[in-house]
């Protein structure tokens, strides 16, 4: 009886923490315009409209096209695919510098 009630549980709570592992929306193929900065590991795209991305230093999917192309302060254009819920980078197809500074 104490295996069924611990059985029950825990299929229980494994129900209830579906949605949380629900995957993460993903905008595909989109368009943002910003500038970035950086810190030790992570990066930040800031864009006026859609909000900040982060990406990683090391990530050798993205990082390396936005350093190819754009320069800390550059105002480009990235588009890839944007993880919203989580507000990061996943990947980037095409890189556009503007060859204008991002002025504060």
Not at 9 to 38: D, Q
């Amino acid at each position: 009886m104490k295996l069924f009630y611990c059985t029950t549980t825990l299929a229980l709570v494994a129900v209830l923490a579906l949605p949380a592992l629900a995957h993460a929306e993903i905008l595909k193929g989109e368009r943002i315009v910003g500038h970035y900065g950086c810190g030790i590991m992570t990066c930040n795209f800031e864009t006026p409209d859609a909000g900040t991305f982060d990406f990683e230093v090391e990530d050798k999917n993205v990082a390396p096209k936005i350093f190819a192309s754009c320069k800390i302060d550059d105002i480009c254009a990235i588009t890839g695919d944007f993880d919203i819920d989580n507000a990061t980078i996943v990947k980037v197809t095409k890189v556009e510098n503007s060859d204008q500074k991002h002025q504060d």
